[in-house]
C-alpha cells in the first residue's frame, strides 16, 4: 500500500463503492413556510418525508443501509435560502466499517443565506474496528445568517469491546462568514498516537461532541454562555471559545458514555435556543437522553 499527497495520507485503492450524494435547496414558499424547493438524492442517501414544526422545516437524511463500506464517497450540498430555516438530522447513527485498503469518505457543503437558519445535528457517527474515514465539511454563511452546527463522535462499538479500533479519522471543517474564515479545524486521529493516548487516561472510552456556532442574536448574551459553561464537571469536560466574529462560539465537550453525551448535546442545544429567543423543532423521535 502507497500514500500521497492527492488522498491526504489515507492508503490508495482500486476498488469501486457507491457514489451518492444528496442536494436541497431550502427557500419560503407562497405563504412564507420553509420548503424544499429543489431535491435531489442518490443511494445510499433517501429522505423522509420532512415536516414542519416551530417554523423549521426538518428533514431527516436516512442510510437505509448497514453503513459506509470500502471506497463509498458522499456528497452533500444544502443550500437556505434568505427567510427560510432548515434542520438537516438523521433517524440513526452513522457507521463506517472496516475496510482492507482506501476509505470512506463524505464532503458536505452548506450556504446560509442572510436572514435564513441552518441547524445540522446528525445522530452520532460510530467508527468500527478497522474503519478509515474521511469527512470534509465547508459551511458559507452570510451577515444575518445562523447556523447552528453539531457533530458527536463515539470511541466506537463499546458495548461489543471495540473502543478506539478504527484505524484512522481525517476530520476536516472550515466555516466562512461571507468571505472571512471563522474556523479552520483539521484533525487526523489515530488510536494509537500519544494525543488519543493522554486522553484516555482520563475517558477510558472518550465521546467527544462540538458546536459550531454562528447567530447575530448571540452577539451580546453572556448568560447563555454561562448556561452552557455550568454543564461541565468532572464526568465530562465542555468548553467555550469565541471566534474572531462576536457572533461566532465553539462548543466542544468529551465524556466517558452516550447517554451523557446526548445530554451534553441536549443542554447545549436548549442554552442556545432560549437565548435565541426560539424554540428548538421537534425531531419526532425518542432523544434517548
Known amino acids: 500500500m502507497s500514500e500521497d499527497a492527492s488522498s491526504g495520507g489515507f492508503p490508495e485503492s482500486e476498488g469501486q463503492g457507491i457514489r451518492g450524494h444528496l442536494r436541497l435547496v431550502c427557500g419560503p414558499d407562497s405563504r412564507g413556510l420553509p420548503s424544499l424547493r429543489e431535491q435531489s438524492f442518490r443511494a445510499p442517501i433517501h429522505l423522509s418525508k420532512p415536516h414542519l414544526d416551530a417554523g423549521t422545516l426538518v428533514v431527516n437524511v436516512v442510510n437505509p443501509t448497514a453503513g459506509l463500506l470500502q471506497d463509498d464517497r458522499i456528497h452533500q450540498d444544502v443550500r437556505v435560502q434568505p427567510g ?3 434542520l438537516l438530522t438523521s433517524p440513526s447513527a452513522s ?9 470512506a469518505e463524505v464532503s458536505q457543503q452548506f450556504h446560509v443565506a442572510a436572514g435564513a437558519a441552518l441547524e445540522v445535528l446528525p445522530e452520532t457517527f460510530i467508527p468500527q474496528a478497522g474503519a478509515s474515514y474521511k469527512q470534509s465539511t ?12 453539531f457533530e ?3 470511541p466506537g462499538r463499546v458495548a461489543s469491546g471495540e473502543s478506539f479500533e ?3 479519522l481525517d476530520w476536516r471543517t472550515d466555516v466562512l462568514l461571507d468571505q472571512n474564515h471563522l474556523l479552520r479545524e483539521r484533525y487526523c486521529i489515530r488510536p494509537a498516537s500519544g494525543e488519543v493516548q493522554a486522553l484516555r487516561r482520563t475517558f477510558p472510552s472518550a465521546y467527544y461532541g462540538s458546536a459550531v456556532v454562528v447567530c447575530p442574536a448571540l452577539c451580546a448574551q453572556s448568560a447563555c454562555w ?3 459553561l455550568a454543564l461541565h464537571s468532572p464526568e465530562s469536560w465542555l468548553g467555550v471559545s469565541p471566534l474572531s466574529h462576536p457572533s461566532a462560539w465553539t462548543v466542544k465537550w468529551v465524556c466517558n458514555d452516550a ?10 442545544r436548549t442554552a442556545l435556543y432560549a437565548a435565541i429567543g426560539r424554540t428548538a423543532p421537534d425531531l419526532r423521535r425518542v432523544s434517548g437522553r
Open 84 to 86: 427560510a430555516s432548515l
Open 95 to 103: 457507521r463506517a466499517h472496516r475496510v482492507r485498503t482506501g476509505w
Open 138 to 149: 465547508r459551511a458559507v454563511v452570510e451577515s444575518g445568517g445562523t447556523l447552528l452546527l
Open 152 to 154: 458527536t463522535l463515539s
Open 166 to 168: 478504527y484505524t484512522r
Open 226 to 228: 454561562e448556561q452552557v
Open 259 to 268: 447517554p451523557l453525551l446526548r445530554s451534553l448535546q441536549h443542554g447545549v
